[in-house]
C-alpha cells in the first residue's frame, strides 16, 4: 500500500486543528526574540552556570571554659584550641574568622581530679551549609584544682625612652596591689603582676594613664578590674660632668697680668641639654676681677659664669696667682692692651 503523501495528510486534518497550528506558529514568530533575551542574559543570573566545586580548610578554634564549680579552676589549659577540617563553598569559609567561633566546655558539675571530654561536632557553631570533615583532638584531658587566691603587687612596665633631655624618674600604679586568682602551683611563684607596656616615647611632663594588667595564662582577678592607673613621672635629665681646661681671664685692670695656672677644671650638676651646650668652645667663662690691685703678687679665687639651672660643685684649682706687672712694664709689652703675656 502506497503512502500518501504529507501535504494530504495535513490536507485532511480536521479545521480546527489547522487554525491551532497556524496560530502557534504565529505566537512563536512574534516571541523569539523575547525568549532568546532571556536564555542569552536572565537564564544566568537565576541559574549561575559556574557554580564553584566546595573545598577544604583548615580553622584552630579557641577552647573556653564557660562555667566551672565554685572554688575549683583547670589547673593548666594543654592546647589553645582545637583543629578541625571544614568542607563547603569558599564565600562561607572566608566568613568564618569574622564570626569568633568557640568550643565552649562547661564544668559546673566537675568535682577535682583529672577529666576527660570527647569533643563533640554538634557543639561547634558552624554555619549549616558547612561541614566537619576531621575533629583534632577528638578528646580534651583537663585537670582539674582547688582555687586559691593571692595579694600581690603591681609593676609598672615601661616601654621606650623619653625625648633628648628628659628622663623618666619613677612609676606608680593605683591600686598598688590586686587580689588574684588560680591554680596554686600557677600562683605560688609569682611575685608581681606587670602592666601592659606604657610607651613614653612622646612623653614631655609627667603624666597618669589607665591600663591593664598584663595577666599570666590561668589567672584571673578575684575582686577588682583588670585595669589599673599609672602614674609616670618625667622630669628635666640632671647629670653631673667635669669641664675641663677653661681659661681663666683677668678684667678691670689697665696693668699687664700673669694667671697661674691659666686653666681650671669645673664640676657642675644640671640639665644635661645645658650641659651639652657648656662643652662647646666659650661656653663657660672664668675670670678674676682686678680692678684697683696695683702692680704685685697676689691669691685669688675665680669666678665662675653658670647659667640658670646649673650648680657649680668643685672646682680645681680653687686659688690662683696673680702677678701684676708694674705700668712701665706694660709699656715694654708694646700692644697687649693689659692682656696677660
Known sequence: MKSLP??????????????KSARARFWWSQRSGIIILFWVFLFPISFPLGCSSPIESELLIPVVVNRITPGL?????????????????????????????????????T???????????????????????KIKPAFLTLRVVKEIQKKIRVAVMISGKPRSGLVVTGSKATPPSVTIKGAADILSPLKKIETQPVDVREA???????IALNLPEGVVMADSSQMVWVEIGVETKIIIQT????????????????????KLSVKVKGPEHLLNHLKKEDGLQAYMDLAELKPGIYARRATIVL???VSLISIEPEIFTVKIMPEKEKSKAGKNNGRKG
Not at 504529507?6 to 487554525?19: E, G, Q, T
Not at 577529666?115 to 563533640?120: A, Y
Not at 675641663?244 to 697661674?260: A, D, E, S, W, Y
Open 6 to 19: 504529507v501535504h494530504w495528510i495535513r490536507d485532511i486534518l480536521p479545521v480546527d486543528k489547522k487554525r
Open 204 to 210: 614631655t611632663a609627667a603624666f597618669q594613664k589607665e
Open 111 to 133: 568535682k577535682v581530679g583529672v577529666v576527660t571530654l570527647g569533643i563533640k561536632a554538634d557543639q561547634i557553631p558552624l554555619p549549616r551549609k558547612l561541614s566537619i570533615v
Open 73 to 109: 579552676t583547670i589547673a593548666e589549659m594543654p592546647i589553645k584550641g582545637i583543629e578541625i577540617r571544614i568542607r563547603g563553598s569558599a564565600s562561607l569559609i572566608k566568613q568564618l574568622p569574622e564570626m569568633k567561633l568557640r568550643y565552649v566546655i562547661d564544668l559546673s558539675n
Open 243 to 262: 669641664l675641663k681646661n677653661i681659661t681663666v681671664t683677668g678684667r678691670q685692670t689697665p696693668f699687664l697680668h700673669h694667671i697661674l695656672p691659666p
Open 307 to 309: 647659667p640658670v639651672g
